[in-house]
């Protein structure tokens, strides 16, 4: 092994790089950001009556249209790309966990996002075709993300350590 010395590295005084501060990127319309524009667009479908869910296609052209000026939020929720209904997915468990917006708790229960079909139906997009949940499917997807709000309540702001 190498002896490495201070003297042999031959260190010299550079300047530290200037931090960029990061502007939060707002919607043209709703002026909110991202993830707030998110979770806002998944509550808003869970309170939605069921003839007017947005399915997975309809979040991302709302997200689209509200960010249409930032271009890389544009091509990741763009119609055409293969990979778009498994990062609503991703998004959704983000904020079902209550990480998407990490300064509000998870959901309550009853605002657990779910995807839907075009008929206002809870679907699991994870099967081609989607299918359709039960009653039973969507409560065990209920309590599975239950653990996350009490440990949030509970004062533990780490929900996501929670198995």
């Not at 998110?38 to 997975?56: C, G, H, Q, W, Y």
């Amino acid at each position: 092994m190498p002896n490495l010395t201070a003297a042999k590295l031959k260190i010299k005084n550079t300047p530290m790089f200037e931090r960029k501060i990061r502007k939060i990127k707002r919607g043209k319309k709703w002026k909110m950001g991202f993830s707030q524009f998110l979770a806002s667009l998944f509550r808003i479908n869970e309170v939605n009556p069921r003839s007017k869910k947005m399915t997975d296609a309809e979040i991302a052209r709302q997200v689209r249209e509200e960010y249409s000026e930032l271009k890389d939020i544009s091509k990741r929720f763009a119609s055409d790309n293969p990979e778009l209904s498994r990062l609503i997915s991703k998004y959704r468990s983000e904020y079902n966990r209550g990480r998407l917006i990490t300064s509000s708790p998870p959901p309550e229960p009853k605002f657990v996002s779910f995807a839907y079909n075009n008929n206002g139906n809870a679907v699991n997009a994870r099967y081609v075709p989607p299918m359709e949940l039960t009653e039973l499917e969507k409560r065990a997807v209920r309590a599975r993300y239950k653990p996350y709000r009490d440990a949030y309540l509970d004062g533990k702001r780490s929900a996501a350590k929670v198995k």
